[in-house]
């Protein structure tokens, strides 16, 4: 089992960057794939990034391809998101997401261990 926690999250102005974290505690980051999802107000949860247990492998959709980059750091148990060029449409609830499994799996939303949530929130 793995906890999850996301940080980094707040207000920026359209154009700015932000970077979130999602901190990893119990078995290590390297035993998962894992990604980032996020959910505006009145809208399905959406994926938004994706990486392999190594790091080898990120997938993206296309809304934010060029503008954001998923990383992580096995290390440190954490994985991150820089967010570039942020739009007022990337406002969301962003969450993390593991899955001891695929990358395939954590991008089709099927993972078992979810963080709490961290508020983007994009003026224009």
């Known amino acids: 089992q793995v906890n999850l926690v996301e940080s980094g999250g707040g207000l920026v102005q359209a154009g700015g960057s932000l970077r979130l974290s999602c901190a990893a505690s119990?078995?290590?980051?390297?035993?998962?794939?894992s990604g980032w999802f996020r959910q505006a107000p009145g809208k399905e949860r959406e994926f938004v990034a994706a990486?392999?247990?190594?790091?080898?492998?990120?997938r993206y959709v296309d809304s934010v391809k060029g503008r954001f980059t998923i990383s992580k750091d096995n290390a440190k148990n954490t994985m991150y998101l820089q967010m570039n060029s942020l739009k007022p449409e990337d406002t969301a609830v962003y969450y993390c997401?593991?899955?001891?499994?695929?990358?395939?799996?954590?991008?089709?939303?099927?993972?078992?261990?979810w963080g709490q949530g961290t508020q983007v929130t994009v003026s224009s």
């Open positions: 997401a593991a899955d001891p499994v695929s990358t395939s799996r954590v991008q089709a939303g099927l993972s078992p261990y």
């Open positions: 119990g078995r290590t980051f390297s035993s998962y794939a």
């Open positions: 990486i392999s247990k190594t790091g080898g492998i990120t």
